[in-house]
């Protein structure tokens, strides 16, 4: 079962051969993902939302927030994660789909445009991995030594 429950929550162990780092370290190594390169924000995490770090990730085209919540866990060398995805579906917000767990999804706009030829083709205009936002999060935790261990339910 652990192997199973391993892979539904996207938990990710480092390599044996890693010496964890302490856990302010880890912290510091999470905030420094900060820049005008990634797609995303590292920041402390507030009462009400019971996480140490939350990574966060607005996509204005969509009209979605992705939240990945980080509670570090020093005694077992490993950071718990939950994520979590609001989508409003309506522009004055009066509705939308709330949902979390592990999980990655590309998001994708076309539009259809005419090609020399005159016909009309697909074209992709916009296109977000969410990816993008996890996996430089996941191999910061573990090239410091640490686990990546995805929640369902709480941290």
């Not at 999804?105 to 016909?119: C, F």
Request: with cysteine; hydrophobic share 35%.
């Amino acid at each position: 079962m652990g192997r199973l429950r391993d892979k539904l929550t996207g938990t990710k162990y480092p390599v044996s051969d890693v010496a964890p780092l302490p856990t302010m370290e880890v912290r510091a190594v999470l905030l420094a993902l900060n820049g005008s390169d990634v797609p995303f924000a590292v920041r402390n995490g507030t009462p009400k939302e019971r996480a140490d770090l939350v990574a966060e990730c607005r996509i204005p085209e969509l009209r979605l927030t992705l939240k990945t919540r980080m509670r570090l866990v020093p005694a077992n060398h490993e950071v718990r994660t939950l994520d979590e995805q609001w989508e409003v579906s309506s522009p004055d917000h009066s509705g939308g789909r709330y949902s979390r767990g592990h999980g990655t999804a590309v998001y994708r706009q076309w539009t259809y445009e005419r090609g020399p030829d005159g016909r009309r083709h697909k074209v992709e205009t916009f296109r977000f991995d969410t990816r993008e936002m996890k996996n430089p999060l996941r191999n910061a935790v573990l090239d410091a030594g640490w686990t990546w261990r995805g929640v369902l339910l709480k941290l």
